[in-house]
C-alpha cells in the first residue's frame, strides 16, 4: 500500500467531523508531502527540531499539530510553527507559551494531555488535576484550551485501550459541564494506528495515525528519550 492509498481509505472510514491528524515523526518531508497530496491536512509533529525540518519544507499548506512533550526551553519556535499543542500538561509550560504568543499577537489552541493510564515515566496529568490545571490555564488571554489529548497505555491487544478512552471521555463530558469561561471542550484526541477504531467508538473525534499512513517505521536510532530531545536539537 501506497502512502496515497491509506490516506484515501482513512479519510474514506473516518466519520464526518473527525480530524486526521497524520503522525510524522521520523519521516521525511518527502512522505509529508505525499500524505499531503492525498487529503491529509494535518500535520503532528513529536520534536520541534523535526516539525522546523518538515516547516521549512512544507510550510503553511498543512496545519501543524505539536502532538509529543514540549519543552519549555522550544516553547519559543513551537508557538512559531504549529496551529495547536495538544499535550499541555503544566501551568508552567502554559506561561512559556502564553509570553511568546503575546509577543506574536497569537492565540495558541491547546488540548491538556491526560495520563489515563497513570504511568508514572509518561507526560500529562492525572485525570482528578484537570479541572484545577484547566481553570489555571484558563487564565491565560493567549491560550485557548479545546480539549483533551491522551495517549494511553500501549498494549498488545487494542481493546484493552478502551477503559481508558472512556475515562478520558467522561472527564471531557465533566468538565464540558463546569462550563469555565475562555475554555471551550471541543477536541478530543485519542487513538493510533491500531486502537483509532476503539477510540472513535468511544468519543474520539481527532485521531492520531502514523503507521497505518506511513507504513512501519525503518530501523532508526531511536528511542525517543528525553536524552535525545536534548542531545539533537
Ligand atoms: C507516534 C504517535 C502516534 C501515532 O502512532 P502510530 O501507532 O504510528 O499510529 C500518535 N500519537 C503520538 C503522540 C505519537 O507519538
Redesign the pocket.
Known amino acids: 500500500m501506497t502512502i496515497r492509498e491509506n490516506v484515501r481509505r482513512l479519510l474514506a472510514e473516518l466519520p464526518p467531523g473527525v480530524l486526521l ?1 497524520a ?1 510524522a ?1 521520523g519521516r521525511s518531508p518527502q512522505e509529508i508531502q505525499e500524505a499531503l497530496e492525498a487529503g491529509v491536512q494535518i500535520i ?1 509533529e ?1 520534536y520541534v527540531q523535526e516539525a522546523e525540518r518538515a516547516f521549512s519544507v512544507i510550510g503553511r499548506r498543512a496545519q501543524w499539530h505539536m ?2 512533550h514540549l519543552q519549555r526551553n522550544k516553547a519559543k519556535r513551537a508557538v512559531e510553527i504549529f496551529d495547536m499543542i ?2 499541555l500538561d503544566s501551568v508552567k509550560l502554559a506561561q512559556e507559551i502564553e509570553k511568546h504568543c503575546a509577543r506574536l499577537g497569537k492565540r495558541m489552541p491547546v488540548l491538556i494531555e491526560i495520563n489515563s493510564g497513570r504511568e508514572p515515566q509518561k507526560s500529562g496529568i492525572f485525570p482528578e488535576d484537570a479541572a484545577t490545571l484547566i481553570r489555571e490555564v484558563a487564565q491565560f488571554p493567549h491560550l485557548k484550551v479545546s480539549g483533551l ?1 491522551t ?1 494511553g497505555p500501549r498494549f498488545g491487544d487494542p481493546e484493552d485501550a478502551r477503559p481508558y478512552f472512556q475515562e478520558t471521555k467522561k472527564l471531557f463530558e465533566r468538565i464540558k459541564a463546569l462550563h469555565i469561561p475562555n475554555v471551550e471542550m471541543k477536541y478530543l484526541s485519542m ?6 477504531q476503539i477510540a472513535l467508538e468511544e468519543g474520539a473525534n481527532i485521531v ?7 507504513g512501519e ?1 525503518h530501523p532508526h536510532p531511536q528511542p ?1 528519550s528525553p536524552a535525545r530531545e536534548r542531545g539533537a536539537e
Open positions: 491528524v503522525a515523526k503532528g513529536n502532538i509529543g495538544e499535550t489529548m495517549m487513538g493510533m494506528s491500531n486502537t483509532y492520531r495515525i502514523g503507521t497505518k499512513i506511513f517505521t525517543l
